[in-house]
T-cell receptor, first 111, second 114 residues
Framework: KQEVTQIPAALSVPEGENLVLNCSFTDSAIYNLQWFRQDPGKGLTSLLLIQSSQREQTSGRLNASLDKSSGRSTLYIAASQPGDSATYLCAVKRNNNDMRFGAGTRLTVKP | DTAVSQTPKYLVTQMGNDKSIKCEQNLGHDTMYWYKQDSKKFLKIMFSYNNKELIINETVPNRFSPKSPDKAHLNLHINSLELGDSAVYFC?????????????FGNGTRLTVT
C-alpha cells in the first residue's frame, strides 16, 4: 500500500528565504509524482509533474527533485514571497488511475 | 474558460436527503476523478473513471455513485446523506495513457450535512 508523508506539516519563514519541502513515499514503483499548491477555500493548482524516469523539474523559482530508489521528493522554493503562502501537497501516481496524496505542508511567508 | 468546473460551490442539506454534485471538464481529458477532502485537509480518492473503466475506492460507501453522461462530465450522486459526509469534494481530470498529464482540479464543493 502506498503511503505519502510530508514534512514539515507547517513552516513559517521570512520573505526572501530559500526553503525545502519534503515528501516521502513507501512504494518506489511509481508512475509520476506531482506537486500542488492549495490556497484556502480553493482547489489544487498543479505546480510541477515529474515522470518516474526524471530526476527533477523546474518552473521559475520552483525546483522539484525525485529520488525513486529512496522514495523521496523535495520541492525547493527560491527567494520566497508572501504570495507563496499556501498549502503544498505532493501526490504519487502508482498506475494510471491511482494517485495518493500527502497531508500537505502549510507554508507561511512573512513580509 | 474554466478547465474543470463543479457546481454547486456550497451545499447545505439535512441528513437523509439525496444530493448531486456536477462536474464538467473542457480539456478533452479521458479520465475524471472525485476526491474527498476531510476536516484535516487530507485528500482521498473516491472514484476514477474513463470510458472503459470505473475504479472505486473500496472505502467509499455505496451511497456514493458516480454518473457520467459523457466523456466531459462526471457527476457525483449521494443517497441518504449522513453527518460524516460533510467535507469538501473535488472533481479532477487528466489524460491517462501514452504520456501522462498533470491532474487538474475544480475549485471544490463544500458539503455540509446538518
Amino acid at each position: 500500500k502506498q503511503e505519502v508523508t510530508q514534512i514539515p506539516a507547517a513552516l513559517s519563514v521570512p520573505e526572501g528565504e530559500n526553503l525545502v519541502l519534503n515528501c516521502s513515499f513507501t512504494d518506489s514503483a511509481i508512475y509520476n509524482l506531482q506537486w500542488f499548491r492549495q490556497d484556502p477555500g480553493k482547489g489544487l493548482t498543479s505546480l510541477l509533474l515529474i515522470q518516474s524516469s526524471q530526476r527533477e523539474q523546474t518552473s521559475g523559482r520552483l525546483n522539484a527533485s525525485l529520488d525513486k530508489s529512496s522514495g523521496r521528493s523535495t520541492l525547493y522554493i527560491a527567494a520566497s514571497q508572501p504570495g507563496d503562502s499556501a498549502t503544498y501537497l505532493c501526490a504519487v501516481k502508482r498506475n494510471n488511475n491511482d494517485m495518493r496524496f500527502g497531508a500537505g505542508t502549510r507554508l507561511t511567508v512573512k513580509p | 474558460d474554466t478547465a474543470v468546473s463543479q457546481t454547486p460551490k456550497y451545499l447545505v442539506t439535512q441528513m437523509g436527503n439525496d444530493k448531486s454534485i456536477k462536474c464538467e471538464q473542457n480539456l478533452g481529458h479521458d479520465t475524471m476523478y472525485w476526491y474527498k477532502q476531510d476536516s484535516k485537509k487530507f485528500l482521498k480518492i473516491m472514484f476514477s473513471y474513463n470510458n472503459k473503466e470505473l475504479i472505486i475506492n473500496e472505502t467509499v460507501p455505496n451511497r456514493f455513485s458516480p454518473k457520467s453522461p459523457d466523456k466531459a462530465h462526471l457527476n457525483l450522486h449521494i443517497n441518504s446523506l449522513e453527518l460524516g459526509d460533510s467535507a469538501v469534494y473535488f472533481c479532477a481530470s487528466s489524460q491517462v495513457g501514452a504520456g501522462s498529464s498533470p491532474l487538474h482540479f475544480g475549485n471544490g464543493t463544500r458539503l455540509t450535512v446538518t
